[in-house]
T-cell receptor
Framework: QQQVKQSPQSLIVQKGGISIINCAYE??????FPWYQQFPGKGPALLIA?????SEKKEGRFTISFNKSAKQFSLHIMDSQPGDSATYFC??????????FGAGTTVTVRA | NAGVMQNPRHLVRRRGQEARLRCSPV?????VYWYRQLPEEGLKFMVY????????ESGMPKERFSAEFPKEGPSILRIQQVVRGDSAAYFC????????????FGNGTRLTVT
């Protein structure tokens, strides 16, 4: 069973600050590594994903950093906004074509 | 441009009743996944289906739970004789292919067993 460890469980950041969420895994199919964003009462929505052949990917205020040797990747939310308040899940592809999800990080951005 | 549609959004069942959860994938997607989410937890894989076939049901309890994805119509997750521990949010996701393409999730069905 794939183990995906996500931390922290929750974080509070001031508006304009940086939110950092970390994810560590054991084994993977090395296809791509996505982050999902979930608002209360909604389903998870793909936020950003990275292929393992690059170490960093940036889309707007969201950046994924990937450390293949350490089997870790992280999500950075720059200039955090109240609208970013949500739960974020990392996911790791398995060899059997399923995704294993982290337990989630609840981000609260205070104005 | 409809995404994954799940219904009902909320479902209340008494212990011992049956729950039927429906999922219509994104048009053109032939791969459907069901995940379960408990409060403060991540998403746990239950079952993976393609049209008319169950590919992997390793995450689904062997008793009381079943799933189908018929040639026509939505995918159905069926829970017989529900118990309080079945209370959770059930999410359906679809993808167009098997190569770990990003999953598109519905907004889930929140099942409450009283």
């Amino acid at each position: 069973q794939q183990q995906v460890k996500q931390s922290p469980q929750s974080l509070i950041v001031q508006k304009g600050g940086i939110s950092i969420i970390n994810c560590a895994y054991e084994n993977t199919a090395f296809d791509y590594f996505p982050w999902y964003q979930q608002f209360p009462g909604k389903g998870p929505a793909l936020l950003i994903a990275i292929r393992p052949d690059v170490s960093e990917k940036k889309e707007g205020r969201f950046t994924i950093s990937f450390n293949k040797s350490a089997k870790q990747f992280s999500l950075h939310i720059m200039d955090s906004q109240p609208g970013d308040s949500a739960t974020y899940f990392c996911a790791v592809p398995r060899y059997d074509y399923k995704l294993s999800f982290g337990a989630g990080t609840t981000v609260t951005v205070r104005a | 441009n409809a995404g994954v549609m799940q219904n009902p959004r909320h479902l209340v069942r008494r212990r011992g009743q049956e729950a039927r959860l429906r999922c219509s994938p994104v048009k053109g997607h032939s791969h459907v996944y069901w995940y379960r989410q408990l409060p403060e937890e991540g998403l746990k894989f239950m079952v993976y289906l393609q049209k008319e076939n169950i590919i992997d049901e390793s995450g689904m309890p062997k008793e009381r739970f079943s799933a189908e994805f018929p040639k026509e119509g939505p995918s159905i997750l069926r829970i017989q004789q529900v118990v309080r521990g079945d209370s959770a949010a059930y999410f359906c996701a679809s993808s167009p292919s098997l190569d770990n393409s990003p999953l598109h999730f519905g907004n889930g069905t929140r099942l409450t067993v009283t």
